[in-house]
């Protein structure tokens, strides 16, 4: 599974991979318990921190705020809710390692 930060225009956003199976569960556990909503999602034009993908086997999410698009094998366009934001606070602190600077700036600002 590869996560990417979505923060930049016009440079490559930075990845990294998620291969620790304790943290892959937790992923597709908040991702198969979020709600379902019917709702228009507007394209984000904001500059900055904007969400976090995962490409995974199952396909492409995109997480930002409460809100997980989903772009999955044969299920394009669902969009699930994720009230307490419990995916995405997961894949920053995943990624804090490697970008240690960048996301408690994005921390700090977002939450």
Known sequence: MVCTLLLFSGQNDPSWEI??????????????????????????????????????DAGLFIIFNDIIECFEN?????????????????LLNLSKEKFKDLITNILRTEF
């Open 74 to 90: 044969n299920n394009a366009g669902k969009i699930l809710q994720d009230k307490d934001r419990k995916l995405e606070i997961l």
């Open 19 to 56: 291969e620790n199976t304790d943290d892959l569960e937790r992923i597709r556990s908040i991702i198969n318990n979020a709600m379902e909503i019917e709702n228009e999602i507007s394209q984000n034009s904001k500059l900055g921190y904007h969400g976090v993908s995962i490409q995974s």
